[in-house]
């Protein structure tokens, strides 16, 4: 497939990896002449800023984008997607577990007519606690909430740049069962997988267990049929317990079952405010990240001056915006 490419890093306190990085993917990507490597600094508070802007200055293929504070993955692939200036777009993570001669595979699959074509990691080098997660995630999602889940699917993924912005600005939570859900042909190929030499994994259980809600919740209605389930039962059960009660019969069983109708009115309500937090959260107007440099043309409303009228917008000056 020959047509242009964005590399996007995202990068949060990676330090000299991020040298590391830039090395190996133009040295892997040399014979691609529209080529674009974009890193997207999610708050770093060490010198990973210094160190892309400094390969900035150096390499005319290094554009990048930094935020004001940590905003998280989602926020990384958001911008990063948004300011894309190729066709094409490779997540490639900093820690370079995966090689970057193996983004020529996903490429060349590409190339048989497909939207997006995931990396699907052959042997995977991550620790045994991470790796179950991932699998019962990814079971729970199919089997249990029946969402739509590309088998083998990773961050490590070739997205037509078009496809990717429509996926993330429907902000939906999660990237990659969005991609049946509007239609994107795509495919899955192995790739290599090595162990992590720098860095350290930003994945952690209780990162993971919050990814997992914002998967259920935002791509299945299974957890409000269950609770349209627990009403009707404690609906038919409400009188049954009342006329027993009033009989005098079985109190300690009709205590022990109110405590229980109770509990389950709880957490449905619970359940339900999550629903239409989400509802009232996607439907506001308030961006994702905000952006504090880049070596970008950035648009006004990605940024904090932006939102304020007393303030100019910020303007492109040479390498950095400034307000």
């Given at each position: 497939m020959n047509t242009g490419l964005t590399v996007l890093v995202p990068c949060f306190n990676e330090g000299p990896q991020v040298e590391v990085a830039h090395a190996e993917l133009t040295a892997a990507l040399a014979e691609i002449g529209d080529l674009e490597i974009l890193f997207v600094d999610d708050g770093s508070t060490d010198d990973s800023l210094d160190r892309i802007r400094r390969l900035a200055e150096a390499d005319p293929r290094v554009s990048y984008v930094a935020f004001t504070r940590n905003f998280g993955i989602d926020a990384v692939m958001a911008a990063g997607f948004r300011y894309a200036g190729r066709p094409w777009t490779v997540q490639c993570d900093a820690d370079l577990q995966v090689p970057p001669e193996e983004i020529w595979t996903l490429l060349a699959k590409a190339g048989e007519g497909y939207?997006?074509?995931?990396?699907?990691?052959?042997?995977?080098?991550?620790?045994?606690?991470?790796?179950?997660?991932?699998?019962?995630?990814?079971?729970?999602?199919?089997?249990?909430?029946?969402?739509?889940?590309?088998?083998?699917?990773?961050?490590?993924?070739?997205?037509?740049?078009?496809?990717?912005?429509?996926?993330?600005?429907?902000?939906?939570?999660?990237?990659?069962?969005?991609?049946?859900?509007?239609?994107?042909?795509?495919?899955?190929?192995?790739?290599?997988?090595?162990?992590?030499?720098?860095?350290?994994?930003?994945?952690?259980?209780?990162?993971?267990?919050?990814?997992?809600?914002?998967?259920?919740?935002?791509?299945?209605?299974?957890?409000?049929?269950?609770?349209?389930a627990a009403a009707a039962l404690g609906g038919l059960l409400a009188p049954l317990l009342a006329v027993a009660a009033l009989l005098g019969y079985g109190l300690p069983l009709v205590a022990a079952a109110q405590l229980l109708l109770a509990g389950l009115t709880l957490a449905s309500v619970a359940l339900v405010g999550r629903y239409l937090h989400r509802l009232l959260r996607d439907s506001g107007r308030m961006p994702t990240y905000w952006i504090k440099d880049s070596n970008l043309t950035v648009r006004p409303e990605d940024t904090l001056s932006g939102g304020l009228p007393c303030l100019p917008p910020p303007v492109r000056t040479g390498e950095r915006i400034t307000s």
């Open positions: 939207d997006v074509v995931f990396g699907r990691r052959r042997g995977r080098r991550d620790p045994l606690v991470r790796k179950a997660g991932s699998a019962g995630l990814h079971w729970a999602a199919r089997r249990v909430f029946r969402i739509d889940m590309p088998r083998g699917a990773s961050t490590f993924r070739l997205v037509r740049t078009g496809v990717a912005r429509t996926i993330t600005e429907l902000r939906l939570p999660w990237f990659i069962p969005a991609v049946p859900l509007v239609g994107a042909r795509y495919a899955a190929v192995p790739v290599t997988h090595r162990p992590r030499t720098a860095g350290r994994s930003r994945l952690r259980l209780a990162r993971l267990a919050g990814h997992s809600f914002e998967l259920f919740f935002g791509f299945s209605v299974r957890p409000l049929n269950a609770v349209y």
